[in-house]
């Protein structure tokens, strides 16, 4: 939301206090970023929406590959920097994220080592193009959750080696190794609480915007291969999450969930359709903000299996038996 102009400030206000009296009739807005591997582009586009649209952010959240759009983006957070970013998106290929070996695949499966691939080339992705090197370093506060391997719990980074810290809360078990930061163990941020409303609310966010990556809801078969069916699994799990939080706190925060891409048949393995996955957010996003999308309207049906024209109320779900 952009900035209240002086001339529509309510009272004769001293100017010292103006900047004060703006950030109160303002609401503290979050950006939430979940995981879902490639289809992170669909992030990307939104991004390049609510930018245009003159929407801003105080603070962000993300886990698994939305830690990584959400701490680029807090670097920069600007038209000019999303710009940028979707220019990364674009230069990124499937090797240098998953790459894919048989020596590699071996070894974890015979069980000589904990993981599958190798973490080298995303490293040096996000070295490469990272603005800064601790956490605190961001423009705009970067909040960035990963789950404790041994404890089970989520852990959250506000502070910190920023690629350490991005490493560790996309580190999908078994695909790439756990990463040690002091006296724990960590692994990917989606796997505890990746819909991370409940931490934007924790951190003072009075509004919370959820820009939901979605998942591959129009396919007509499983995916192929190992990797591409644990993505899409995951990504329906982290769909499902999403909801039910939203539905949690629906009533203790001002809630908007954008809408995914639906129909969608992109895999979340497959990073050949990264164009084509932006563009759509973009133009889906703005159809949508200009049609109100800022005003609560419930959880869009899209994150739903068969809900893709519907929208959902916020509240919880009716539990069925298992009978």
């Known amino acids: 939301m952009e900035a209240i102009p002086s001339n529509r400030l309510p009272g004769p206000f001293p100017d010292r206090n103006r900047a004060a009296v703006e950030r109160h009739l303002r609401p503290n807005t979050a950006f939430v970023f979940d995981g879902g591997g490639s289809l992170g582009a669909v992030e990307v586009g939104m991004l390049k929406a609510l930018t245009s649209y003159g929407v801003r952010a105080d603070l962000v959240v993300g886990s698994s590959v939305g830690a990584i759009n959400?701490?680029?983006?807090?670097?920069?957070?600007?038209?000019?920097?999303?710009?940028r970013l979707e220019q990364i998106w674009l230069g990124v290929r499937r090797r240098d994220v998953f790459p894919i070996g048989p020596l590699g695949s071996f070894l974890g499966f015979f069980g000589w080592r904990d993981h599958m691939l190798d973490p080298t080339p995303l490293r040096r992705l996000i070295e490469r193009n990272i603005q800064y090197r601790q956490l605190e370093e961001a423009r705009i506060p970067c909040h960035v959750v990963a789950t404790d391997l041994i404890g089970g719990g989520d852990v959250r980074f506000s502070s910190g080696p920023a690629v350490e810290i991005l490493l560790a809360s996309t580190a999908i078990p078994a695909v790439f190794p756990p990463v040690r930061i002091g006296e724990r163990y960590l692994i990917d941020g989606s796997i505890v609480n990746n819909s991370l409303i409940s931490i934007a609310v924790e951190l003072g966010a009075t509004r919370v915007i959820v820009l939901p990556t979605g998942f591959s809801c129009?396919?007509?078969?499983?995916?192929?291969?190992?990797?591409?069916?644990?993505l899409h699994a995951s990504n329906l799990?982290?769909?499902?999450?999403?909801?039910?939080?939203?539905?949690?706190?629906?009533?203790?925060?001002?809630?908007i969930v954008i809408p995914p891409l639906c129909p969608q048949t992109a895999s979340a393995y497959d990073f050949s359709r990264t164009r084509e996955l932006i563009d759509r957010a973009a133009k889906s996003t703005e159809s949508w903000l200009d049609e109100g999308g800022l005003t609560p309207r419930g959880i869009p049906g899209a994150l739903v299996p068969g809900g893709c024209a519907t929208e959902i109320t916020s509240r919880p779900p009716r539990q069925l038996s298992a009978g």
Do not use: H, K, Y
Request: proline share 7%; hydrophobic share 50%; charged share 25%.
């Open 70 to 83: 959400a701490a680029f983006f807090a670097g920069e957070p600007t038209g000019d920097g999303v710009q």
């Open 218 to 230: 129009s396919i007509e078969r499983p995916p192929r291969g190992a990797l591409a069916m644990a």
């Open 237 to 255: 799990l982290i769909a499902r999450q999403l909801v039910v939080d939203a539905q949690r706190l629906a009533d203790e925060v001002e809630l």
